[in-house]
């Protein structure tokens, strides 16, 4: 693990570290926030998965998490949202696939299985490493996200219920099978055979038995992107049957922004803290 920079921050540190990552199978870069409450001992943990177009640097430059997570004591691990790298295969003219656009899937079609297992980065590597080189406690971890990384946080829950405590996400995609802007990339990723891309769909992963003990969602009534690719009806409807509690909370006036994430990041942070006390 190479140490890209740190800075003291509210008492913690904030630093940026890159890896030569097996499963994607080139340099990944992440960030982690360590509370000034781990000088004294492990803290708990909390993901943070990143929407298209974005890096481990969104979130860290605008998320504004710094502050409550030192009061509370969380650590937060931000990854990149895909591989990257001169050999790695992308779409340079296409927000919504290839670099920035992992959607957090283990991809299985060619040219892209060698590296976009954004999946297995996220549940198994990169985890691995963290616990291995930070003072976290693995036994209290969480996760949450924004839009595609809302998504991911979501279908990882839903498939590994014993290993997080908490999952929440502002403004998911909750049904990537159907949304327009990632059809092609689950096709590219995934291959042809919609049977396929139920294991990363959140309402279809529900339908097929997976289960979360509960959910936050909190989505923008401005959001430009809420009609078209969000539906968090879709969510709703799906936990209702399955009889998953979710509190859905529609922000009147939001957007998509950072400005939305950061007005309601507190919100979220105080919510997981609760939930691995």
Same mark, same amino acid.
């Given at each position: ?61 605008? $998320? ?36 920035? =656009? ?68 502002? =403004? ?6 159907? =949304? $327009?802007?990632?059809?092609? =990339? ?92």
């Amino acid at each position: 693990m190479k140490i890209i920079s740190t800075a003291k921050s509210y008492g913690g540190i904030q630093g940026v570290y890159s890896h030569v990552s097996e499963v994607c199978a080139c340099d990944m870069t992440f960030a982690v926030f360590v509370p000034p409450q781990a000088k004294d001992g492990r803290v708990p943990v909390l993901w943070y998965l990143s929407g298209l177009t974005c890096t481990h640097a969104n979130v860290m430059d605008k $998320g504004e998490y710094r502050r409550l997570a030192a009061e509370l004591g969380l650590a937060i691990v931000c990854p990149d949202t895909s591989p990257r790298g001169a050999d790695v295969p992308d779409e340079k003219d296409n927000w919504q696939f290839g670099y920035g =656009a992992g959607f957090y899937v283990d991809a299985t079609e060619q040219p892209y299985a060698k590296n976009y297992r954004m999946y297995s980065y996220v549940v198994h590597e990169l985890p691995a490493l963290v616990a291995a080189n930070f003072p976290v406690d693995m036994s209290c971890q969480s996760i949450f996200g924004h839009s595609m990384g809302g998504h991911g946080a979501l279908t990882i829950a839903l498939k590994n219920p014993d290993r997080f405590k908490s999952c929440s996400a502002f =403004a998911p995609i909750v049904q990537p099978t159907t =949304a $327009g802007w990632s059809r092609l =990339a689950f096709e590219n990723y995934l291959g042809p055979d919609e049977k396929n891309w139920r294991a990363y769909d959140a309402t279809l992963l529900i339908e097929d038995d997976k289960r979360f003990r509960e959910f936050l969602v909190d989505q923008g009534s401005a959001d430009e992107f809420l009609q078209d690719g969000l539906c968090p009806w879709l969510l709703e409807e799906a936990c209702k049957k399955a009889g998953i509690s979710l509190t859905l909370r529609m922000r009147e006036g939001y957007d998509h922004s950072y400005n939305f994430i950061s007005t309601f990041m507190d919100d979220h942070l105080r919510w997981h803290a609760k939930r691995c006390s």
